[in-house]
Each structure stands twice: as structure tokens, then as C-alpha cells.
């Protein structure tokens, strides 16, 4: 085949192209510790990464969310532990006054101490996680209880606002895709709404301690609020071991986000780092290669016939 | 006539002849770096030969022609396939701009923007009351919109670059075929006689063939008197005789599917010819143009109509966030508004309501329920794992676009790579045929100087021998 000069240059410009280029590319690589540095050097694998990254902005929410709810789940336990003490006293106190023979003198200083403990429970059904009432359903800028001078309870009884019937509010914690775990926010069915539960059997209490007209009477109604403070104390207890469970579930679902996150970023990792080891000697070889083929072409293309005609 | 008159006459002729080839080896020379140049040769051949008592004897050379050393075939050939390098290059080039627009390694990309969306919905969901979890939803939703709203108007300004550069194609084409015509009459005029080539004529000429053929596909073939016609698309004569057909750029009106860009015309009636060019550069912008970055910006609009601002065209339908928005409640008790504004990609936004007062974003789903009611929020944060697009989820449409814009870039590169390997293999060949090698050329040179020098000395030795002739006879 016939050569020309033109044939031999325009090679060795194609050849130096092509060599750069590929320099080019492993230089980038080295430079980014990326294998993909834009959609078009892999667009399966640019996918795969972005699903990925998705996925790990995800899953911190959700641990984020997960430890926001064992907090809550943490001080409402903490909560209903000093409550359930405070009941039992209630209950202790209301045993020995049932006794006809204490005088109403004991009875008046008993009276004073479970004045105390209501008040005392109040607060704690009035506890807030945050700026919001944990015990207020949906209306969690309000105080859920609240007590007249006849520690007559309320629970949401102040205007404007009526408390829905319906509104049984819950703090939703999402720990997973479409997965939540609740934690009931209804006051009412901690400690009862007024007209039974706990804050009515300590009325009944205080005004059975204070009943100086007719001891009597006074004396049988102390008695009648020892068995329903029990079965508050019973509420009280079953709602903790409520939270037991769910606290377990939060735990095991950050747990498994923990484990889970090294592996879907490994999994990037496989798609999306460069093999730097590689890059390198790669890099190494096509720079050996484009000065040969430099050197090479140096000889090459000076050299004519002219140089050697007389 | 004598025989030593007839020496001097065949010397004379020899020297004309060398000198004339030596003339032709230097065009040769001269020439050898310029583009499109075609190697010359002289033909020479015998002078008829005058009949003797001996026989017929020759008389000396003569030189009939230049003719210049080429492929006829392999021109038409390079022409399709730079018309085919120049669709891809074109196509490449424009595309790697639009791939920049979808860069997610800065952190302003969809990916980021929709994932700091939705995580700002899940936080208002635990604390619904919250004023700073509400200026973040209004802030991560406007930083949302304003990443499509760019992507957008990006992607609108790489079609208006390609109107640019299309407009200046069609100059250049007009230019070519103007330089094609004239360079037609020159040939026509030299070659009239028919005994002579018009060789550096026919170089250009092809030469502005094989650059018209690189913006925009031809079909092109000479006629009788060595003229060339040219025609694009289905059979729209460019060249034709002494005539040209010059190509416009008016812009496209609707309900044309590349409307308010620029289209090619043909003068002929005037009739638009855009979709009738299948390669060259035009077609490259063109395709880019109207059928890869239209479709990125259709995708883009249905991923902002459809989670955000609602269909225009059936404005009863709502976004699936503005849907459930509006059937919320925000903490002030408002209701019935709209979270996302505009009617696509182009111009969504947040409603100025909710940016003015983020109290007014419906968190809750009944009106006695606020403040701690947050099953609104939970729902639109839960929007994120809902199948919406086509059976895939918002994040993954936006996903899917990306992949897509790559996808294509790169089916762009490699074609327009194996496209360059096949015309540099072409332009070799043609190299190989036409092309002038300097040494070869060098050894002419000596060739047709000591040819010369011959006939120098049989010139001078003819003059010596007419001398003795003379002095004989004194």
C-alpha cells in the first residue's frame, strides 16, 4: 500500500488522542476516588448510586425518628414510675384511715397528704415532652388536667376548645418504609378523665379524710376508694408494660439500621469507587505506552529522502 | 526535414516536457500539507512518428494532459460517512452539555433536593407544632422547586444554544453550496474544450462537498458538462445547474412539535424540511433538540405535575401532594390551599401563602385535631414509597431521568468514536491514493532533471554538430 507523509503524521495525532485521552480518564479517577464521575462514564451503575444514596439519607431519618421516640418512650416510663409510687401511697394511706378508730385529727393530717399527692399527679399527667403535653391527644398546646377548689378533675374542659370524644391522639414514630410504631397520647386512659380513675378516687378520698360532720359516712367512703386506687394503680401498670414492647421494637429497628447502612454504602462503594491500585498502574502503563509511540513517531516523521540527496 | 534540425526539435520537445513535469512535481510539492489536495501527474506520451526509408521514426515526446491521481468512489463514500461522523459529533457535543445540567455530585442535584424533601416532612410528622420544623418544610420544598425550575430553564437554554448553532450551520451551508455553484461554472467552462481537467477546481469542489456533507447530509452526482447536483433530504435540489437554492431559519409555530424553535426551510414552496435530514450535524442538533432534550423536559415537567403542581390541562386533577395538603389543616386552621403553585417544571413554586406564614401548612387532617394532629404530614411523608410514576416512586423517576441523560451521552460517544475510526480509515485510503509522498516526489525530481539535463546535452551536442556541418562547407 502506498504511504504518504500526511498518513504517517495524521496516525501518530490519532494515536496521541486516543493515549491522552485515556490518561485523561485515569487521572480523573485518581483525582475523585470516583469510578463514575458523571451519568455517561456507567448509567446502570449512576442509578444504582443514586438509589443507594436515597437509601442512606433514609435510613438516618429513621434512626434520627427512632431515637426521638425512645426518648419519649424513656420519660413517659420514668413518668408513670413516680405516678404509680405516688398512687400506692394513696392507697396505703386510704387502708390505715379506713380504720374507725383514727381521729379525725390523723384523718385531717392524712387529708393534707393526699391533697399533696393529687396535686403531685396532676403535675405529672400535665408532663410535657418538649413544648408538648404528652398526655393531651391532638391538643398537645393545652394541659390535658386540670382541678377546681373541690379537686373536681378535667380533662380538656377549658374554652375555647372541646375535647373531641373521637380524638384519641397517638405520637406516630416512623421506623421503616410505611412502618410506624404508635405510643397512645390520650390522657384519659392513664388516668381516667375526671369522673373515674385515679383523679376521681382521690376526690372521693380527700373529701372521705375531711367528712368531720358525719365519721361514719367518712369512714365507709375511705374505704370504698382503697380497691378502685388498686385497680388505678393496675392501669397505671399495664400502660408501662405497653411501653415495654414498643421500646424493645425501637431498639431491635436501630439496631438493624445500623448494620444495615455499612452495607448498602458498601454496596455503592462497589459500584461507585475507583480500584486506585488499578487506576494507578493503568495510568502507569498508557504513560509508558504515549512516550514510545512520542519517541517512536520522533524518528519517523523528520526524516526524508530530502535529508539525503546531495 | 534533416535529421539534425529534427535533434533539435526532439531536444526542444524534451526540454519542454521535463520542465513542464518538473513544474508538476513542484504543484505536487507544494501542495502536499493542503487540505483536500489531490496528487497531479503528467501524461506524456509519443509524438506520431514520421515514416523513413528506414521505418517510422519516432519524433519525441509531447505532453497531453494533467490529470490528477484519485478515487472517484471513495469520494461519495466520505461524503455519507462524515455526514454520519458529523451526526454524532453534533449529538455528542450537545448532549455532554445537557449532562452537566444533571451533575448530582454537588449536592444540588434531584437526588439531594427530594431526599431533604421528604426527610422534612417525616420531622414535621414527630413534632407537628414545631415553628423551626415548619420553616425547614418551607425551606427544603423551595429549594426543591427551585432545582427543577433551573434544571428546566437549563435544558431550555441548551435548546436555544442548538437554534444558535443551527441558524450558523445554515449560513454555512448557504455559503457552500454558493462556493460549490461557482466553482460548477469554472469547471464547465474549463472543461468546455474537453481536452483539459480543471484539476484544482474539481480538489475544491470536493472539498466543499465533503464539508457540506459534514453539516448536513447530500446526495450529490455530475452531470454531463461536469457540473454537480446537490440535494438534501427527500430530493431538495440545493445545486442545480447554475443555480442555487438557498436554506432559511424561520422560527417553528405551533402546533408544530418543534414549535418556537428554529426550523430549516427549502424555498421551493417554502416547505419546512427539518424532519426530512437523517444525518450531518444539522440532524444531530436537531434529534438532540427536538426529540432527547424535549423528552428530558416532558419527564421533568411530569415529575413536577405530578408530585407537585398539578396538570394544566386537567386542573381538577391535583398533585398527589397538593391533594392531600389542601384536605388538611394547617395550625391557624387553614385549609384548602395549595402546597405547590405553577402548572410544571418551568414555573413550580410554593404557594407565597405557606412561605409568608408556615403556620398555614396542614400538618393535621381534622380541624379539632391541631396542633398535635400530624397524620397529614405523615402522609405526605409517606409519599416518598408511593408507586406514582409509571410504577416507580418519585425518587426513582428522578433516578431513571439521570440514568437516561447518561445512557444517551454515552451511546452518543461510542458512535461517534467507531464513526471517526471508520472516516479516519477512509481518509487513509484516499491519503494512500491521492495523497503526495515527499519522497517519491524527491525522486521525480531527479527523474525529470537528469532527463532534462539529457536533453540539454543532446541540444548542445546537436548545436556542435551543425557547427561542423557549417564550418565544412566555409
Given at each position: ?5 500526511n498518513?504517517?503524521?495524521n ?34 451503575g ?17 434512626v434520627?425518628?427512632?431515637?426521638q421516640g ?31 378508730e ?17 396535686d ?8 410535657r415532652?418538649g413544648?408538648r ?11 390535658p388536667?386540670a ?11 377549658s ?7 373521637a ?13 410506624k ?6 390522657g384519659?386512659?392513664?388516668?381516667g378523665?375526671g ?34 386506687l388498686e385497680a ?6 399495664n ?17 438493624y ?8 454504602m ?6 461507585e469507587?475507583?480500584?486506585i ?9 498508557l504513560r509508558?505506552?504515549?512516550e ?19 | 526535414?534533416t535529421q539534425?534540425?529534427?535533434?533539435l ?15 508538476v ?20 506520451e ?9 521505418g517510422?521514426?519516432g519524433?519525441?515526446v ?10 472517484r468512489?471513495?469520494?461519495?463514500q ?9 451526526r ?6 450537545a ?5 452537566v ?11 439531594q433536593?427530594l ?7 417525616q ?13 425547614v ?5 423551595q ?12 435544558l431550555?437554554?441548551a ?5 444558535a448553532a443551527?441558524t ?8 457552500l ?6 466553482l ?5 467552462s ?16 470536493d ?6 456533507s459534514?453539516?448536513?447530509?447530500i ?5 454531463a ?15 442545480e445547474?447554475?443555480?442555487?437554492y ?13 414549535a418556537?424553535h ?20 444539522m440532524a ?13 423536559m416532558r419527564?421533568?415537567?411530569e415529575?413536577?405535575?405530578?408530585l ?12 398527589s401532594?397538593?391533594?392531600l395538603h ?8 387553614s ?7 405553577g ?15 408556615p403556620n ?5 387532617s ?12 405523615a ?11 409509571s ?9 431513571v ?10 451511546e452518543?460517544?461510542s ?7 471508520m472516516l ?10 491521492s ?18 539535463n ?7 551536442m ?8 557549417m564550418?565544412?562547407?566555409?
Amino acid at each position: 500500500m502506498r504511504i504518504t507523509q500526511n498518513m504517517m503524521s495524521n496516525l501518530f495525532v490519532r494515536n496521541i488522542q486516543k493515549q491522552t485521552e485515556a490518561m485523561l480518564q485515569r487521572q480523573e479517577q485518581l483525582v475523585s476516588q470516583k469510578r463514575i464521575n458523571r451519568p455517561s462514564d456507567d448509567p446502570g451503575g449512576m442509578a444504582r448510586v443514586l438509589d443507594g444514596r436515597s437509601t442512606l439519607v433514609a435510613i438516618d431519618q429513621y434512626v434520627e425518628n427512632i431515637k426521638q421516640g425512645k426518648s419519649r418512650l424513656e420519660i413517659t416510663e420514668m413518668t408513670l414510675a413516680q405516678v404509680d409510687d405516688l398512687v400506692q401511697q394513696a392507697r396505703k394511706l386510704a387502708e390505715v384511715n379506713s380504720d374507725a378508730e383514727i381521729t379525725p385529727e390523723q384523718r385531717a393530717l392524712a387529708a393534707e397528704k393526699v391533697k399533696g399527692i393529687y396535686d403531685h399527679v396532676m403535675q405529672l399527667a400535665n408532663s410535657r415532652f418538649g413544648d408538648r403535653y404528652m398526655f393531651a391527644g391532638y391538643q398537645t398546646d393545652r394541659a390535658p388536667f386540670a382541678r377546681n377548689a373541690n379537686y373536681n378533675a378535667t380533662y380538656h374542659d377549658s374554652p375555647p376548645a372541646t375535647p373531641d370524644p373521637a380524638d384519641t391522639g397517638s405520637f406516630q414514630i416512623p421506623i421503616a418504609d410505611n412502618v410506624k410504631v404508635s405510643v397512645d397520647a390520650d390522657g384519659r386512659n392513664y388516668f381516667g378523665d375526671g369522673a373515674t380513675g385515679v383523679f376521681f378516687e382521690l376526690q372521693k378520698l380527700i373529701n372521705g379524710l375531711e367528712n368531720t360532720t358525719d365519721p361514719a359516712a367518712g369512714t365507709a367512703a375511705i374505704r370504698t376508694t382503697v380497691d378502685p386506687l388498686e385497680a388505678a394503680h393496675v392501669q397505671i401498670m399495664n400502660k408501662r408494660s405497653e411501653g415495654s414492647p414498643k421500646l424493645y421494637r425501637l431498639e431491635a429497628s436501630e439496631q438493624y439500621w445500623t448494620h444495615f447502612k455499612p452495607m448498602v454504602m458498601e454496596a455503592m462503594g462497589r459500584d461507585e469507587d475507583a480500584d486506585i491500585t488499578r487506576v494507578a498502574v493503568e495510568l502507569n502503563n498508557l504513560r509508558t505506552a504515549y512516550e514510545t509511540s512520542m519517541a517512536a513517531a520522533a524518528k519517523i516523521i523528520q526524516r526524508g529522502l530530502v535529508d539525503f540527496l546531495g | 526535414m534533416t535529421q539534425l534540425f529534427g535533434l533539435l526539435s526532439i531536444g526542444a520537445g524534451a526540454l519542454l516536457s521535463q520542465q513542464r513535469a518538473i513544474s508538476v512535481t513542484g504543484n505536487n510539492i507544494a501542495n502536499v500539507n493542503t487540505p483536500g489536495y489531490s496528487r497531479q501527474r503528467l501524461n506524456m506520451e509519443t509524438k506520431l512518428p514520421m515514416d523513413t526509408p528506414v521505418g517510422p521514426v519516432g519524433l519525441g515526446v509531447q505532453t497531453t494532459t494533467v490529470e490528477r491521481v484519485y478515487d472517484r468512489f471513495l469520494g461519495v463514500q466520505m461524503n455519507n460517512e462524515s455526514a454520519s461522523l458529523g451526526r454524532w459529533e453534533a449529538q455528542k457535543g450537545a448532549l455532554e452539555r445537557v449532562e452537566v445540567v444533571f451533575d448530582e455530585s454537588g449536592g444540588y442535584g434531584l437526588n439531594q433536593t427530594l431526599s431533604d424533601f421528604w426527610n422534612s416532612w417525616q420531622d414535621l410528622s414527630m413534632n407537628p407544632s414545631g415553628t423551626i420544623e415548619r420553616s425547614v418544610v418551607a425551606a427544603k420544598s423551595q429549594a426543591l422547586a427551585d432545582a427543577i425550575r433551573q434544571k428546566y430553564a437549563d435544558l431550555e437554554q441548551a435548546q436555544a444554544d442548538i437554534d444558535a448553532a443551527v441558524t450558523s450551520g445554515v449560513e454555512d451551508i448557504n455559503r457552500l453550496t454558493a462556493e460549490i455553484s461557482d466553482l460548477n461554472q469554472k469547471i464547465a467552462s474549463t472543461e468546455s474544450g474537453g481536452t483539459v481537467n480543471a484539476n484544482d477546481y474539481r480538489d475544491r469542489r470536493d472539498l466543499a462537498l465533503k464539508q457540506l456533507s459534514e453539516i448536513i447530509g447530500i446526495n450529490s452526482f455530475e452531470d454531463a458538462d461536469g457540473r454537480v447536483v446537490v440535494s438534501v433530504g427527500s430530493g431538495r435540489v440545493l445545486v442545480e445547474g447554475g443555480n442555487t437554492y438557498a436554506l432559511t431559519t424561520p422560527t417553528a409555530l405551533a402546533p408544530a412539535t418543534n414549535a418556537g424553535h428554529v426550523d430549516i426551510e427549502w424555498p421551493g414552496a417554502p416547505v419546512p424540511i427539518s424532519s426530512e435530514i437523517t444525518s450531518g450535524k444539522m440532524a444531530g442538533w436537531l434529534q438532540t433538540r427536538d426529540t432527547k432534550i424535549a423528552g428530558y423536559m416532558r419527564n421533568l415537567d411530569e415529575l413536577a405535575q405530578t408530585l407537585a403542581t398539578g396538570d394544566p390541562i386537567r386542573p381538577l386533577t391535583k398533585s398527589s401532594v397538593n391533594t392531600l395538603h389542601a384536605a388538611g389543616f394547617g395550625l391557624d386552621g387553614s385549609t384548602g390551599n395549595d402546597f405547590f403553585i405553577g402548572s410544571g417544571a418551568a414555573d413550580m413554586e410554593v404557594n407565597p401563602l405557606i412561605l409568608a406564614d408556615p403556620n398555614r401548612i396542614a400538618a393535621a387532617s381534622a380541624a379539632g385535631a391541631v396542633p398535635g394532629d400530624a397524620r397529614n404530614a405523615a402522609a405526605i411523608a409517606d409519599l416518598r414509597t408511593a408507586l406514582t410514576m409509571s410504577g416507580g416512586t418519585f425518587d426513582d423517576a428522578a433516578n431513571v431521568l439521570v440514568s437516561q441523560v447518561g445512557h444517551d451521552v454515552q451511546e452518543a460517544k461510542s458512535y461517534q468514536s467507531h464513526q471517526a475510526d471508520m472516516l479516519a480509515y477512509l481518509d487513509n485510503y484516499r491519503e494512500s491514493v491521492s495523497g503526495v509522498n515527499l519522497d517519491e516526489e524527491m525522486v521525480n525530481l531527479v527523474k525529470y532533471q537528469a532527463a532534462y539535463n539529457a536533453a540539454a546535452k543532446m541540444i548542445s551536442m546537436g548545436d556542435e554538430m551543425l557547427n561542423s556541418l557549417m564550418n565544412m562547407v566555409r
